[in-house]
């Protein structure tokens, strides 16, 4: 079953689930750093509030478990992480849904070292989660018999509160923003190369990285990139709440990762009708049609062209950006969103 796509999924929704009272423990690893996933899950437990669902958020990978807080169901995100986790407990949670995040996609699930931990999560669970088509996919491709619990639920967009933005674009320039965390698979030392080249021939083009050092070595090779240039700004770590303000004051929002699960980066941007331009990987393309709700790129040169079609002719870049944006309103609405869950965690606990 697809949620998240068609308004048609959701007439059967009626007061009885808004009034379901259960508390479901939400299990991320890494909650307290500003990644991707710590989004997905704030976003979902605010979601759930709003439909009278409690909830409880626990970070998988930031202190020793031995016995979970109570709950009626338990739903881990990142299948390789919730199932180490699950190790080190007295009692492994009973049942459990699991949500297939982006690493545990495109990386975990084909390296020998973890692909037999992924599948036991997966075996394990009571329903999967995964965001889009594709993903679904993979996983069944790799683990048939999983087929019958896997659901696609899309990702919901955020809503930001009124902010000041840690600093203010510069007056008559052109900024493109790149939201990540910095580790080697967002490939922002790329991103800085092709900005470099873009820039020789725009000079009134900025870039903005905004994102926590994640891995120490990829962090210093990105500052020292940076302190070559003064046309880009390093925010750093941010506040999620501040990001609305940033996504106002871009003319474009980049993407350079080698994989992606779903970027919620990418879905805050565009809800805002800002046009995007991304790296050719399953995940930036389950959310970004090219030419029609952002731009694809599969090698600099293109990056290069695409960049100088949004710099050098504003129609496109509207038509793109408004349609980015009502692309989000139709299919990532997080009432959507909080529904599909409460309806797959109903069933599972009947």
């Known amino acids: ?70 709950a009626d169901l338990v739903h881990g995100f990142h299948a390789y992480h919730f199932y180490k986790f699950m190790q080190s407990l007295d009692k492994k949670p009973e049942p459990y849904i699991v949500t297939i995040t982006g690493t545990d996609l495109n990386h975990d699930l084909f390296d020998e070292n973890k692909r037999e931990d992924v599948f036991a999560s997966l075996r394990g669970a009571a329903a999967i989660h995964v965001f889009d088509d594709k993903a679904k996919s993979v996983i069944t491709n790799e683990l048939p018999d999983v087929e019958d619990k896997v659901f696609t639920i899309a990702q919901g967009n955020s809503d930001f509160p009124e902010e000041i933005p840690p600093v203010e674009k510069e007056e008559n320039s ?128 293109e990056f290069l062209d695409y960049s100088e079609q949004i710099i050098n002719n504003n129609e496109i870049k509207q038509k793109i950006g408004q349609q980015a944006k009502q692309y989000i309103i139709e299919h990532h609405s997080n009432t959507y969103e909080a529904n599909a869950f409460v309806t797959i965690y109903k069933n599972i606990m009947k």
């Open 174 to 301: 052109f900024l493109f923003v790149l939201p990540a965390g910095i580790r080697k698979i967002k490939n922002v030392p790329a991103a800085i190369q092709m900005m470099e080249n873009l820039h020789e021939k725009f000079p009134t083009v900025r870039l903005w990285l905004v994102g926590p050092i994640i891995e120490e070595e990829e962090g210093k090779t990105v500052q020292e990139l940076v302190r070559q240039h003064d046309w880009i700004q390093y925010l750093g770590q941010v506040p999620h709440s501040t990001m609305g303000s940033i996504y106002q004051r871009a003319d474009v929002v980049i993407n350079t990762s080698h994989s992606e699960g779903q970027p919620s980066a990418l879905i805050e941007a565009m809800g805002y009708g800002i046009p995007v331009l991304v790296s050719n990987n399953p995940g930036n393309q389950s959310i970004v049609t090219h030419q029609k709700t952002g731009f694809v790129y599969s090698s600099p040169n």
């Open 1 to 70: 079953m697809i949620f998240g796509k068609d308004k048609t999924n959701y007439q059967a929704f009626d007061t009885v689930l808004r009034m379901i009272h259960v508390k479901i423990l939400l299990a991320s690893p890494n909650f307290h750093q500003p990644r991707g996933n710590t989004v997905t899950v704030q976003r979902i437990a605010d979601s759930l509030a709003k439909l009278t669902i409690d909830t409880e958020i626990i970070s998988t990978t930031e202190k020793e478990w031995t016995s979970l807080p109570e």
